[in-house]
């Protein structure tokens, strides 16, 4: 099994193409002890990635043998140096499930010492950006898609 053997296309019964041989999934992380403070991290994907130029999570293709949490906290890792100790998962939101291809909304809480910075050449940028002002930016299109339900999911159930 080889260790990053989920990167990929997968041509999806959809009609669509979508990244990540086993499905994919994306850190939702949060800081701040006060709902109504709360801020998410976002990361600006660079013009040459696929629906580059737009607002999303750190996230990306799972491996074989990792589920949506692991796969999840690793891609936070490797683009966002974000360290996995200094988060606390929560719950997972579905994402989309095409039967043949998923993407899993993993849910985490920073710890106040957890710095982030950008890592790999995918990201322009990351900042944190308070709930109520996420829609306000040019978010990828699924993320877009899906804020408004994973936004109401972040009280109701996690």
């Known amino acids: 099994m080889a260790e990053h053997d989920g990167n990929g296309w997968v041509d999806c019964r959809c009609g669509s193409r979508h990244w990540g041989r086993h499905g994919a999934a994306g850190l939702l992380l949060l800081r701040g002890s006060r709902p109504d403070a709360r801020e998410v991290l976002l990361q600006l994907r660079a013009a040459w990635t696929h629906q580059g130029g737009n607002w999303g999570l750190p996230g990306g293709a799972r491996d074989s043998h990792e589920d949506p949490v692991s796969a999840?906290?690793?891609?936070?890792?490797?683009?966002a140096g974000v360290s996995p100790g200094l988060v606390t998962v929560v719950c997972e939101l579905p994402g989309v499930d095409h039967g043949d291809w998923r993407y899993?909304?993993?849910?985490?809480?920073?710890d106040g010492a957890l710095e982030v910075s950008a890592l790999t050449t995918e990201t322009d940028e990351l900042r944190w950006v308070p709930l109520g002002d996420v829609q306000r930016l040019p978010l990828h299109p699924a993320f877009g898609d899906a804020w408004p339900r994973l936004h109401a999911g972040l009280t109701e159930t996690c």
């Not at 999840?72 to 683009?79: D, I, K, S, V, Y």
């Not at 899993?104 to 920073?110: D, F, M, N, P, R």
Request: aromatic share 6%; charged share 25%; no cysteine.
């Open 104 to 110: 899993t909304y993993v849910v985490g809480v920073a």
């Open 72 to 79: 999840a906290l690793r891609e936070a890792a490797e683009e």
